[in-house]
């Protein structure tokens, strides 16, 4: 695939030439305490068998590459979430205002 080829996805871009031979940035921080939440929140419905680790990665895959890059590690978690559950049926789209 090329770099220009509609069958990347938003997430691959191993190999795109703006990537390569840049310094890789460590984060040596915990998360705040939006993140602690979001991850609590994963956690227990990982628990109660409510969703999977795939799950997650395949809402978080799906965001649109504007809304991607707009958001947060942990903001893409929520939204990841939130979609999963009003998709099984857990809470209406509604709810989430």
């Known amino acids: 695939m090329t770099e220009e080829s ?3 996805a938003l997430h691959d871009i191993g190999g795109i ?3 390569r031979c840049t310094p890789v940035e460590h984060d040596e921080a915990p ?3 939006f993140g602690k939440k979001v991850d609590a929140i994963r956690q227990i419905l990982a628990q109660k068998k409510m969703m999977t ?3 997650l990665r395949r809402g ?3 965001i649109p590459q504007d809304e991607y890059f707009a ?3 942990y903001e893409r978690w929520l939204r990841s979430i939130a979609a ?3 998709e099984k049926g857990v809470i209406r ?3 989430l205002a």
Do not use: K
């Open 6 to 8: 509609p069958n990347r």
């Open 17 to 19: 030439a703006r990537f």
């Open 31 to 33: 998360p705040d305490a």
């Open 53 to 55: 680790v795939d799950e």
């Open 60 to 62: 978080i895959e799906s």
């Open 71 to 73: 958001l947060g590690y």
């Open 84 to 86: 999963l559950m009003v």
């Open 93 to 95: 789209q509604e709810d």
